[in-house]
């Protein structure tokens, strides 16, 4: 029998840009729940819902001031249960961002530990004495730009910070700080939560001898700064297994199939460390290599087989095409080759992750230098770096500010964005949005499409095409993508069941940016 999570597909909710109920321009959990039928709609199972806790917003809640309660911008713990309980009522799983890498500078932790040198949660944190000329003590870059330490002038001493100073790093090697943050997981598992997604695990711990890390070769003007060094001190490192086997553990022990997600950017080779031995890892360790593949049938037919075969014994894959971190699907690839996205990621073994907006096929937006929010793009502007154009509000309706919230958003709605709006696009048959529900029923429907095997995965000019078959009856199906803009032949005898154009193509051609499922005769 399969878990739940191999089904199913997960949408990823950025609460601050989801919906707004008492219109102070921020999204919030009443607005989530309000609006839990578009995700039935979209036919989607589970959702994530990015922080919510209690914050100062440096990092816009990845900032965790208190885990174990609801920031008052979001609401109150009574709207999660709330929340918790419409997403069951109607079959939607809830996952929660659980942030163990740091805590907001403002956490009761860390004001206990900056607070001297010998109080009994100094230790909870990272800190290290100043090197002989009063620097900080290695060359450590934060990923934010700048050095990864941060001098407490009051003691002395400096603190290590992966991110932002106001986000300093947990010592996961300090056996009271694993207790306090597993304890984390049992709140929200005994309050009903379906499962996790760990944020910034390969940063959970750092080098125990504290050595520099080393220059990287391939570093370009242009690039993020923190790329200047090759993170070997600093991430990935063996010791953060032990931990993730911890969480494990504690989410095993509850019924159910608590399900654990790992952020982990690593190459493959490194990521399937992180499904641990005999199912002591995560389930599944976020696979993020479509977004930094090239956009070329062939670069992507030799990323899935090197990422199907890499998987150790009984692993189940995984599928990402964006998330409140990196550029739109759409305006990295145009809005035609977006459709094929979609069919992609949703017609791939594995489960598929869905960011808030794809399904409407929203765009980047320009964010002029006044109403800049992220810090990442405060500390390094200019660079392309922020992350504020993919965390834009969502459209709904023609409404005000698309029906997204009565009072002035925390940043602006794309400009033609209300034209993509849910509303505007429920009814059309051809828009992004029909593509998507078409495609996740589909993949309801068709057991080869969730948990069939994928075979003969193959490139030919531009066009990338795969099999998938039904586990039951063997039926096998095509899949066949265009990833180019001129018509294609196509070998295939059987029926169409989709194309990416709406109506019904042909199984002997592919027209220009075209993607077809085809039932094999
Ligand atoms: C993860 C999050 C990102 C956040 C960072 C620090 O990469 O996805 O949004 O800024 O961790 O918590
Ligand atoms: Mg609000």
Same mark, same amino acid.
């Given at each position: ?19 707004? /109920? ?32 209690? /914050? ?27 929340? *918790? ?38 230790? #909870?944190?990272? #800190?290290?004495?100043?090197? !002989? ?38 010592? #996961? ?43 990287? %070769? ?75 593949? !090239? #956009? ?23 599928? *990402? ?9 759409? /305006? ?32 980047? *937006? !320009? ?22 154009? *993919? ?39 051809? /828009? ?63 029926? %169409? ?25």
């Amino acid at each position: 029998m399969a878990a739940w999570w191999q089904g199913a597909v997960i949408y990823q909710v950025y609460p601050r840009s989801f919906q707004d /109920s008492d219109g102070d321009g921020v999204g919030d959990l009443p607005g989530i729940t309000a609006r839990l039928d578009h995700l039935v709609h979209l036919g989607v199972d589970a959702l994530w819902i990015s922080p919510f806790y209690p /914050s100062p917003m440096a990092d816009f809640g990845y900032d965790v001031a208190d885990h174990c309660d609801v920031d008052p911008v979001f609401g109150r713990l009574a709207d999660f249960d709330r929340l *918790v309980a419409a997403a069951h009522d109607r079959g939607l799983r809830v996952i929660l961002d659980y942030v163990p890498n740091h805590t907001a500078d403002t956490h009761p932790w860390f004001v206990a530990s900056r607070a001297s040198r010998t109080g009994p949660k100094r230790d #909870w944190y990272v #800190w290290r004495d100043p090197a !002989p000329d009063g620097g900080p003590p290695n060359n450590w870059l934060s990923e934010f730009g700048g050095s990864a330490w941060t001098l407490d002038a009051a003691t002395g001493q400096y603190f290590y910070h992966a991110y932002l100073p106001q986000q300093p790093d947990l010592n #996961w090697r300090n056996p009271d700080v694993q207790a306090a943050m597993l304890d984390v997981l049992r709140f929200w598992l005994e309050r009903g939560v379906d499962g996790f997604r760990v944020d910034a695990i390969h940063h959970l711990i750092e080098d125990a001898a504290f050595r520099d890390n080393p220059p990287n %070769p391939d570093w370009r003007p242009g690039q993020s700064p923190a790329r200047r060094l090759i993170r070997a001190r600093t991430m990935d490192q063996p010791e953060l297994q032990p931990a993730i086997a911890a969480m494990r553990r504690v989410t095993d022990a509850w019924p159910g199939e608590r399900l654990l997600i790992g952020e982990a950017w690593l190459p493959i080779d490194r990521l399937m460390v992180y499904y641990g031995e005999g199912g002591t890892g995560f389930h599944l360790p976020f696979n993020f290599h479509l977004i930094t593949t !090239p #956009w070329q049938a062939g670069a992507i037919a030799e990323l899935i087989c090197r990422y199907e075969a890499a998987l150790p014994e009984g692993a189940w894959p995984n599928w *990402v095409l964006g998330n409140h971190d990196r550029s739109r699907i759409v /305006s990295r690839i145009g809005p035609e080759q977006a459709r094929i996205a979609a069919m992609l990621l949703l017609t791939l073994r594995g489960t598929p992750t869905l960011y808030q907006g794809e399904e409407l096929g929203l765009t980047d *937006v !320009p964010i002029p230098p006044a109403l800049v929010q992220d810090p990442w793009e405060k500390r390094v502007p200019g660079l392309g770096l922020g992350r504020d154009p *993919v965390r834009t509000p969502m459209p709904w309706q023609d409404a005000p500010q698309a029906g997204f919230t009565t009072g002035t958003p925390w940043l602006p709605l794309g400009e033609d964005h209300a034209a993509l709006s849910v509303a505007a696009q429920a009814h059309d048959p051809r /828009s992004m949005l029909s593509l998507h529900r078409d495609l996740l029923m589909l993949r309801r429907r068709e057991g080869a499409l969730s948990l069939g095997p994928i075979m003969a995965v193959r490139a030919a000019g531009d066009v990338l095409r795969y099999e998938r078959q039904d586990p039951q009856d063997g039926r096998r199906l095509l899949v066949a993508l265009n990833l180019g803009g001129t018509a294609q032949p196509l070998e295939a005898r059987g029926a %169409p069941l989709l194309s990416t154009h709406g109506d019904y193509g042909s199984p002997s051609r592919l027209r220009p940016h075209e993607g077809l499922v085809i039932e094999l005769d």
